[in-house]
């Protein structure tokens, strides 16, 4: 516990670095070096599964442009009063504002008209794939820490956060800590990216499971995670039934993944007998 104290006295700045006209930020970092690092893993994964890895290189830069998009419209339309009134900041995404949900729907599309291009299984790229999502999802995270956005409920645990009051929701100015909704993430993220990695070790040494289950592990295990987190952030998102827009999502995706999950071992058990 005394290990996350820095969490609850540092404020953090959102620039790393700036020289002269040129800035960086911690968040365009933390999502460049979580990019960088999962197409390293794919192209290990996929020569582990024999998938041509020129395939992928070539797949990677279409689909890191695609997801980004599809993340930023995906956030756009959820705070569309707001992007109405303040066109520009659309394109600065330098500030954050990227939804994991429009990304993966973003890239499963990508994903698909490439698949179907150069006559490839798209359930088992997405499974190469999704244990370098959970990576990359557990570094950029930080990024959303250090840009101090998506953090949750008040709290008084030891490891609550401090926010900039010109970042918080007028209902919470004079409030100081609040729930680190960033570390739940990147934590339940990095746990989800080692089961992953694990049943990648037991197909590759026993071949018991299927490759393409873990497209829908990891949409089950990562929906799972974030309708939980949903539960204490407080930004702004439209809610539908007294749950959060993510939530719904979120539901809808475990159902679906729970589906195939059942089809895939109801078809392993047929080939077994």
Do not use: C
């Amino acid at each position: 516990m005394s290990s996350l104290n820095f969490l609850h006295y540092f404020t953090p700045n959102p620039v790393l670095l700036s020289l002269g006209p040129f800035t960086i930020y911690w968040y365009g970092v933390f999502i460049v070096i979580g990019m960088m690092l999962g197409i390293v893993l794919t192209l290990k994964l996929a020569k582990l599964y024999k998938i041509d890895e020129n395939k992928i290189i070539d797949l990677s830069f279409w689909l890191i442009i695609f997801s980004i998009i599809g993340a930023r419209i995906y956030h756009v339309l959820l705070e569309l009063p707001y992007y109405l009134d303040n066109p520009l900041q659309i394109f600065m995404l330098w500030n954050g504002g990227i939804a994991i949900h429009g990304a993966i729907f973003a890239g499963l599309l990508t994903i698909w008209f490439y698949s179907k291009k150069h006559s490839l299984s798209l359930l088992k790229i997405t499974s190469i794939i999704v244990p370098s999502l959970a990576l990359a999802q557990t570094i950029g995270r930080w990024g959303n820490y250090f840009n101090q956005e998506l953090f949750g409920r008040p709290t008084n645990l030891p490891w609550g956060i401090p926010i900039n009051p010109f970042r918080l929701p007028p209902d919470y100015l004079g409030v100081t800590y609040f729930h680190p909704t960033f570390l739940y993430e990147s934590i339940g993220n990095l746990l989800i990216f080692l089961i992953l990695i694990y049943l990648n070790y037991l197909i590759l040494k026993f071949k018991k499971i299927k490759l393409e289950v873990l497209t829908f592990v990891y949409l089950l295990l990562y929906s799972l995670l974030r309708f939980t987190t949903e539960f204490i952030r407080i930004d702004k998102t439209p809610e539908m039934f007294g749950l959060r827009l993510p939530q719904i999502v979120s539901i809808l995706i475990v159902i679906i993944s729970l589906y195939f999950l059942y089809k895939f071992r109801q078809k392993n058990t047929l080939e077994k007998n």
